[in-house]
């Protein structure tokens, strides 16, 4: 009996996840660092987590690919960047930030609510990693130096600061016939500051944390429609945690919901009313229908558009978007996505 019993429990021992450990290591990216709130919020995700019996170490880093890069050589056991970044360990969540696909706050909470539901665990997982939390960073807006550029029109000809590891907005940029300047989340501001292009987007924290006012200066402006929503995400090796510790790391990510969002709201409430470039309510229907026909594309990897989108995704984001507006084009389309 004690034999049988011992060697149960050294199989039990032999097969428990690594980080049940109850320590792990994270690589936070927050462009300004320890001073950032990206990296102040995972500090209090860290003391929540604490108080669940994990204990995580923060390192911050203002560089997102040597933060990505510490993380696939083992420097740290968790990485918390955005999700373009994470697309390449989660192509589901990682397309949570496709261009046009989230056009409102309300929507956003829907979805990250319905994401941190312990029935969404098993879409959390995917080739050997696993989403440990999802949280907003906040719309993607177009920063222009010149408030003429307020059509999708008017970007032809342009040149675009535009990330160079980002498929989806290479390929956006070319279908407005703007002129892609390969950039990277280190550079970008300052391409935009110093007029090397004519324009870039961005959170509406890099309005004052970037400096981009210096770019917008008197004749520029920011065009009042999101491009996408960006969130921070926190992913790591599937055994890393437990299942159900895996899941009170989402839950605890998703209690900081209004926290993140207050952060976001005070970051656009600060940029001077007369900045925003407003457009019309007939625009934007005409820009959310072109959005749709490239998520299509780039979903299905069609009309030289590269694969980037999970069709999961990208289902559940028209649900969300035609439960909020129901009497959108898009929901009598016979090509919904």
């Given at each position: 009996m004690f034999r049988k019993t011992t060697a149960a429990l050294l199989m039990a021992l032999a097969v428990a996840p690594v980080a049940q450990a109850k320590s792990a290591s994270m690589c936070v990216f927050d462009v300004i660092g320890a001073n950032g709130d990206v990296y102040n919020l995972m500090k209090d995700y860290a003391l929540e987590m604490k108080g669940q019996g994990v204990d995580i170490q923060l390192k911050p880093y203002t560089d997102e690919g040597v933060a990505l890069g510490d993380f696939q050589s083992g420097q740290c056991d968790i990485l918390a960047a955005t999700d373009i970044?994470?697309?390449q360990f989660n192509r589901f969540t990682g397309s949570i930030s496709a261009v046009g696909a989230i056009p409102t706050y309300d929507d956003l909470r829907t979805v990250l609510a319905t994401l941190a539901q312990p029935k969404a665990a098993k879409l959390m997982k995917e080739d050997g990693y696993e989403v440990l939390g999802i949280t907003p960073a906040g719309a993607g807006y177009l920063f222009v130096n010149d408030r003429s550029i307020d059509t999708a029109g008017e970007l032809a000809g342009k040149r675009?600061?535009?990330?160079?590891?980002?498929?989806?907005?290479?390929?956006?940029?070319?279908y407005v016939k703007a002129t892609v300047v390969p950039s990277d989340i280190t550079n970008f501001a300052g391409k935009f500051n110093n007029g090397s292009v004519d324009t870039a987007y961005a959170p509406a924290f890099a309005y004052e944390a970037l400096e981009l006012y210096k770019g917008v200066g008197q004749d520029g402006g920011i065009v009042d429609y999101p491009l996408a929503q960006l969130t921070i995400q926190l992913v790591a090796k599937d055994d890393a945690f437990s299942d159900e510790m895996a899941q009170a790391s989402r839950e605890t990510v998703w209690g900081m919901y209004g926290q993140a969002m207050a952060l976001v709201e005070k970051s656009e409430k600060n940029i001077p009313e007369k900045q925003w470039i407003r457009i019309p309510d007939k625009d934007i229907q005409g820009y959310q229908e072109m959005f749709r026909e490239n998520r299509i594309e780039l979903r299905d990897g069609v009309n030289?558009?590269?694969?980037?989108?999970?069709?999961?995704?990208?289902?559940?984001?028209?649900?969300?978007r035609c439960a909020s507006n129901p009497g959108a084009s898009e929901c009598t389309a016979g090509n919904r996505e």
């Open positions: 970044r994470i697309r675009m600061a535009t990330l160079d590891y980002q498929k989806d907005a290479i390929h956006m940029v070319d030289g558009a590269p694969e980037v989108y999970d069709p999961k995704m990208m289902a559940l984001l028209s649900k969300v």
